[in-house]
């Protein structure tokens, strides 16, 4: 019942900020504030999640080779420009190929 | 992604985008793996619609992390769809029905599409394409992913872990390696911020607190903003 209350909340607020969006008056976007908080934001909670997922379980840090070595593979596709796509493949092709290889 | 072609005819433009929309294969089976049903996955990805917020959403919950946490999370990361918004407000310049409509398809890839065409007609083409094929594809694969997972068993044995950072990588990327020092240094910042705090705070708090990281960032912010404002816009949307 929580979860569905979260579902529910995430996907009211993620459309209202939309909305809000393209309902604001455009000075708005003029802010610098505005603009800096916009784009600044992202980088942060990417960069965190990045960490997060990668090398921390059940909030504890936790180091799994697999895993770690199926970002570093994403990190090489990406610095080949490698599509979107191709990345996410490559990651869980790499981390399956170290386990069934028995690493971890 | 756009096409390398000078001048792509919008709807070619905009179904081309629809493609990243089999990524919700790949949420879908985090979502199940993180313990949604499959009705909550689908819920999510018809009324979120925004990907990076669902998966933020769905790896605080995997992570042992509080609801309210993720949701924060989740919208957190959702606000970067109102700049979009207020970007495309004046290209678009739907009103009404067609507005709320075309609010819920305010995300990376619609505004970059949106913002490659020239003149109202093709934005609103290419907006209207990306949109739709993006939103059916993305639905459609969240639930091909949900209900795959049930027939995987163990999900790591794929790889699936890796996915999740990965994607999170994938989407920073193009900031750290076209932007200054400053975004590598909030970048760098919020991943100590979070991996200090992981085993003090409850899941899902860290990466709440990493957010203090872009006060780093906000000064340079501020001069470029004065000088060539829409730059920054221009390097946020892509797909």
């Known amino acids: 019942m929580m979860l569905w209350i979260a579902v529910l909340v995430a996907g009211a607020g993620c459309y209202g900020l939309k909305l809000a969006g393209l309902s604001a008056p455009r000075r708005l976007l003029d802010h610098p504030k505005v603009r800096a908080f916009a784009m600044t934001v ?31 593979a994403a990190a090489v596709a990406l610095v080949f420009r490698a599509p979107f796509l191709v990345v996410l493949v490559v990651a869980a092709a790499t981390a399956a190929g170290m386990r069934a290889l028995g690493v971890s | 992604m756009i096409t390398p072609f000078s001048f792509p005819p919008p709807a070619r433009d905009g179904l081309s985008v629809g493609l990243v929309g089999l990524s919700g294969l790949v949420f879908g089976t985090t979502a199940a793996t993180a313990g949604l049903s499959a009705a909550q996955a689908c819920v999510l990805s018809l009324l979120c619609f925004t990907g990076a917020s669902q998966f933020a959403l769905v790896g605080v919950i995997a ?139 409850p899941a899902g708090v860290p990466v709440l607190l990493a957010a203090v990281a872009a006060l780093a960032g906000m000064r340079d912010q501020d001069a470029a903003a004065a000088g060539d404002g829409p730059a920054h816009a221009e390097q946020e949307a892509r797909p």
């Not at chain 1, 980088?43 to 990668?54: D, F, K, P």
């Not at chain 2, 990306?130 to 794929?158: H, K, R, Y």
């Open chain 2, 63 to 201: 992570s042992g992390g509080s609801l309210a946490a993720g949701t924060m999370g989740a919208l957190l990361l959702g606000a970067r769809n109102t700049l979009y918004g207020l970007r495309l407000a004046d290209i678009l310049d739907w009103r009404g029905g067609r507005k709320l409509v075309a609010a819920h398809g305010l995300i990376d890839e619609t505004a970059a599409v949106t913002l490659a065409q020239n003149g109202r007609s093709d934005a609103r083409t290419g907006f209207t394409v990306a949109f739709a094929s993006l939103f059916l594809m993305w639905n459609l694969t969240t639930l091909i992913g949900v209900l795959a997972v049930e027939q995987i068993g163990d999900p790591n044995a794929f790889g699936l872990d890796a996915v999740g950072p990965a994607l999170f990588l994938a989407l920073l990327w193009p900031r750290l390696r076209d932007e200054g020092a400053r975004t590598r240094l909030v970048a760098s910042l919020g991943v100590l911020i979070a991996l200090a705090s992981t085993p003090l705070l």
């Open chain 1, 42 to 72: 992202p980088i942060a909670l990417l960069s965190a999640l990045v960490a997060i997922q990668a090398v921390t379980e059940d909030g504890v840090l936790a180091f799994d080779p697999a895993r770690l070595g199926g970002l570093a």
